[in-house]
């Protein structure tokens, strides 16, 4: 019954972008001064924040929010000195926090774990990728990972390595490199056995967007970012979903959009816009399979925490809730004509990978050939809607 009620509801949907919208809801404000550029990471439960920089200082001060009660308490503080622009990620009952740069700017290769159960944080290895700030970081399968990032005072340079680091052995070792320029405030996050990593700067704002699978060390590009071009954005993952919230536009405009990545897809849909002022330098994690969104603000730093709880439960997936080896489209890329072959009758939605709708029309015939000649060329979205459900595929114009 609830896969009915998710596919009638999406039937009513004008277009991709308002399919499986979610909900936020905003939480306990942290109870300290409001901060930008925090890092941070979840235990089972519970959320973990810390560092960053109010409007003045620079902080090393640590808390844990926890969800079922709505309340943050202060742990013991990150040890070395005050920063932001740090990283973290968890793996297993641990939680791990280095990098970053220090009140006189200076980056740092520090790396530190903490123990949820002893409040207690214990010293590991430095990373050897040398000094390093605004890094991406993720975790997969008890491995964590950190690539690109900003070394500054050290030839300021723009990083595109990748390195794992093991907690069994506290040793690091260098992965296949990311493929395309290095960056640093870019998004990341990771599904399963795969990390993502896009966006972000490197002398003007990026929307590309790569997958690395850890199996094979491999690095392949996907779909650029819904979004198009941001940095200082929000990575979490859901289940078999990844996400991106909030961030930094060229001009200097601040998002208050999130995005739903689909890797089964490919696909970027964009979904209910956060619910707290647009912003960038904000933190973004995960906890019981809801996202948290909070902080940033760059001028007017902000200590609000929102949650969000996708549509979609993690029992579903984008291929149980569609429909998709019941129509086909081609040739595919695509010059002059699209073909698409459905289930009749339906209804046929051509929107750019955006989301916004630029033809639709119902269609009786098993057969329906689409005039594609005078759109840009790019990649768009096919959704087709029967009785059956809804079918979505991409095709490329070229």
Do not use: H
């Amino acid at each position: 019954m609830k896969k009915v009620l998710l596919v009638i509801a999406m039937l009513a949907a004008p277009g991709l972008s308002a399919i499986a919208q979610g909900t936020w809801s905003q939480k306990a404000n942290f109870p300290g001064a409001g901060k930008v550029f925090p890092t941070g990471f979840s235990i089972g439960a519970k959320g973990y924040l810390g560092t960053g920089k109010d409007t003045s200082c620079f902080s090393n001060d640590f808390w844990e929010f926890d969800p079922s009660t709505n309340i943050w308490t202060q742990k013991a503080s990150v040890p070395g000195p005050k920063r932001m622009l740090a990283c973290g990620f968890s793996i297993g009952d641990k939680g791990y926090i280095g990098l970053g740069v220090d009140s006189t700017y200076t980056c740092l290769k520090d790396f530190w774990e903490y123990d949820p159960n002893t409040n207690v944080w214990t010293q590991k290895a430095d990373f050897a990728g040398g000094i390093r700030s605004s890094v991406a970081s993720f975790c997969i399968n008890n491995k964590g990972y950190i690539s690109t990032g900003f070394a500054i005072f050290n030839g300021n340079v723009f990083a595109n390595d990748l390195w794992e680091f093991d907690p069994s052995t506290d040793i690091w070792v260098r992965k296949a490199d990311f493929p395309a320029a290095g960056r640093s405030e870019s998004i990341c996050f990771s599904i399963g056995n795969k990390g993502y990593v896009g966006t972000g700067f490197n002398d003007g704002f990026l929307d590309d967007f790569w997958e690395w699978d850890q199996t094979t060390n491999l690095w392949t590009q996907k779909t650029n970012f819904g979004g198009g071009p941001i940095c200082d954005a929000a990575g979490f993952s859901i289940c078999s979903k990844g996400f991106v919230c909030t961030g930094e536009n060229p001009g200097e405009m601040f998002s208050n959009a999130l995005w739903e990545y689909f890797p089964d897809t490919n696909i970027w849909v964009q979904q209910l816009n956060f619910g707290g002022i647009a912003r960038d330098e904000s933190l973004g994690i995960t906890i019981n399979n809801k996202g948290y969104v909070g902080f940033g603000g760059e001028m007017m730093p902000l200590n609000d925490l929102w949650e969000y709880t996708p549509e979609i439960p993690c029992s579903e997936s984008l291929a149980e809730i569609y429909f998709e080896s019941d129509f086909q489209i081609y040739p595919n890329p695509a010059t002059n004509t699209l073909t698409i072959e459905t289930p009749s009758p339906s209804t046929i939605e051509i929107s750019t990978i955006q989301g916004q709708p630029i033809k639709t029309f119902a269609s009786s015939s098993a057969k329906t050939n689409v005039d594609v000649s005078a759109l840009p060329c790019g990649i768009y979205i096919v959704e087709v809607k029967t009785e059956k459900g809804v079918g979505v595929k991409k095709f490329i114009k070229e």
